[in-house]
């Protein structure tokens, strides 16, 4: 039998619960505070990433040679509604084009260099996907060395799917607007109704409906199903107009003071596997 | 069948991929099912427990504490959550393994015991320190009844193989 001293057992126990909580509240704070990392983490996070693309580098290219087998097979129904939309496109493109020529020399005139719309793209592929479910975190491939930022917003092909969360110099982590997290930084909005916009901030998602839910919305606006739902550029972060989705619902919240608005977002938000990274201009974060 | 000696040497760098490794048959299975269910592998786990027949445990221990905090660097960003559950989670085992006899059926059990303490420990930690909120109706049915389901077939499957390559048939029989 081993002898068995409680003190010492218990005073351990107790080290050991300081240490984790200590190490768990300065990384917890220090990732909501600052999202550059320290050389040290970011080497890690970057090797890992590295060891990570050899691993999957077989199954990206094994739904890779599926994906164009399926995009082979589709091609000829495609092309066939396509022609039907291209008769209308090039007129809409010329018409684009006139007025981006006309705002810019408007935007000339008024000597506005950069507006709330204007932003640079930085497109990164998904690594991996942090296994732990509660978290709600994408692991990509660009990093500082490529221009990310902290807290910038992170579109999908269809619409806003987060924010970057942490900067290594050749990886990063974003956040998903699904994720729950109470220190992450909320998305303003502007839902544009009929008769104008009103304003609010992204704050929730519901699992459930996978809907996503606004609050704080401002009074007035008569804002309908369907409605459109896009960043309003207010918040400092992200640009203006970049798409999140449409309104599904309007309700009270529980004190029945304010209304929540229920989004059904325009991205899904499980299998990623491209994201780009919107780098606003105007008026950076600091 | 890999000699006990080098099973010790890629003990490490075989768990290191097999966690990374999980995380996408995570990824697959959560987008398959259009993430109504979320099954987490826990192929590592497996491993792990079938290593800790033969491999010592300060050893063991040593290593699933690098591991968590590279685990907890790499997807969360925050260390301390996955550093505390590797650690206990081999104590657990060597402590079943001393206490209980190893069976088929005792093993199967320990998986059980070991991937639902894995869960429950992981959102507990996460939601005392204010990481994450959940909502009670999706972690049972959703995410912890699919992720055992998942890791019970694993268990079936991949025992005997794993068994089998992993240490091999006992030593006696082999008569060394």
């Known amino acids: 039998?081993?002898?068995?001293?409680?003190?010492?057992?218990?005073?351990?126990?107790?080290?050991?619960?300081?240490?984790?909580?200590?190490?768990?509240?300065?990384?917890?704070?220090?990732?909501?505070?600052?999202?550059?990392?320290?050389?040290?983490?970011?080497?890690?996070?970057?090797?890992?990433?590295?060891?990570?693309?050899?691993?999957?580098?077989?199954?990206?290219?094994?739904?890779?040679?599926?994906?164009?087998?399926?995009?082979?097979?589709?091609?000829?129904?495609?092309?066939?509604?396509?022609?039907?939309?291209?008769?209308?496109?090039?007129?809409?493109?010329?018409?684009?084009?006139?007025?981006?020529?006309?705002?810019?020399?408007?935007?000339?005139?008024?000597?506005?260099?950069?507006?709330?719309?204007?932003?640079?793209?930085?497109?990164?592929n998904v690594i991996t996907r942090s296994p732990d479910t509660w978290q709600d975190m994408l692991i990509v491939d660009k990093g500082s060395s490529d221009g990310v930022e902290g807290n910038m917003a992170v579109m999908s092909q269809k619409g806003l799917i987060g924010r970057v969360m942490e900067v290594n110099a050749h990886s990063s982590k974003v956040q998903l607007l699904t994720s729950d997290n109470k220190s992450s930084n909320h998305f303003p909005v502007k839902i544009s109704s009929a008769k104008g916009n009103s304003f609010g901030v992204l704050n929730k998602y519901d699992v459930k409906e996978q809907q996503l839910i606004a609050s704080e919305i401002t009074e007035?606006?008569?804002?309908?199903?369907?409605?459109?739902?896009?960043?309003?550029?207010?918040?400092?972060?992200?640009?203006?107009?970049?798409?999140?989705?449409?309104?599904?619902?309007?309700?009270?919240?529980?004190?029945?003071?304010?209304?929540?608005?229920?989004?059904?977002?325009?991205?899904?938000?499980?299998?990623?596997?491209?994201?780009?990274?919107?780098q606003r201009m105007a008026g950076a974060t600091e | 069948m890999i000699r006990r000696t080098t099973l010790k040497y890629i003990t490490p760098g075989l768990l290191f991929l097999l966690f990374l490794l999980d995380a996408h048959v995570t990824r697959i299975i959560a987008s398959l099912t259009d993430n109504v269910y979320v099954a987490n592998a826990h192929l590592a786990l497996l491993v792990l427990m079938i290593i800790s027949r033969v491999v010592n445990e300060r050893f063991l221990l040593g290593t699933s504490l690098v591991l968590g905090i590279l685990y907890d660097l790499y997807y969360i960003g925050v260390i301390g959550i996955y550093a505390v559950i590797?650690?206990?989670?081999?104590?657990?085992?060597?402590?079943?393994?001393?206490?209980?006899?190893q069976n088929i059926l005792t093993l199967f059990f320990t998986v059980v015991i070991s991937v639902t303490l894995f869960e429950l420990i992981s959102l507990l930690l996460q939601s005392v320190f204010g990481l994450t909120g959940v909502s009670s109706d999706f972690f049972v049915p959703r995410y912890l009844g699919p992720t055992l389901l998942l890791n019970i077939l694993t268990f079936v499957i991949l025992i005997f193989p794993l068994e089998k390559v992993l240490i091999g048939p006992p030593e006696e029989e082999l008569g060394i």
Not at chain 1, 36 to 47: C, E, G, L, P
Not at chain 1, 98 to 118: G, P, V, Y
Not at chain 1, 220 to 226: A, L, S, V
Not at chain 1, 232 to 253: C, F, M, Q, R, W
């Open chain 1, 1 to 124: 039998m081993r002898k068995f001293n409680p003190n010492k057992n218990i005073i351990i126990i107790l080290i050991v619960v300081i240490i984790v909580v200590a190490t768990v509240s300065i990384t917890a704070a220090n990732r909501a505070k600052d999202s550059d990392t320290n050389i040290v983490q970011s080497a890690v996070n970057d090797t890992i990433s590295v060891v990570d693309k050899v691993i999957t580098a077989p199954g990206r290219w094994l739904s890779g040679g599926v994906q164009s087998v399926s995009n082979l097979i589709n091609t000829y129904d495609e092309n066939q509604k396509l022609k039907s939309e291209v008769d209308q496109y090039d007129e809409v493109k010329q018409q684009t084009k006139n007025q981006a020529q006309e705002i810019e020399s408007l935007k000339d005139e008024l000597e506005l260099n950069q507006t709330l719309t204007s932003y640079e793209k930085v497109t990164a």
């Open chain 2, 86 to 101: 590797f650690p206990l989670l081999v104590m657990l085992l060597y402590f079943f393994k001393k206490t209980i006899q």
């Open chain 1, 220 to 278: 007035g606006q008569d804002i309908k199903e369907g409605d459109v739902v896009q960043t309003s550029g207010l918040g400092g972060n992200s640009p203006a107009d970049l798409a999140i989705g449409t309104v599904v619902k309007v309700k009270p919240d529980s004190n029945g003071l304010n209304q929540e608005v229920y989004i059904k977002p325009y991205a899904q938000m499980y299998d990623i596997s491209v994201v780009t990274i919107i």
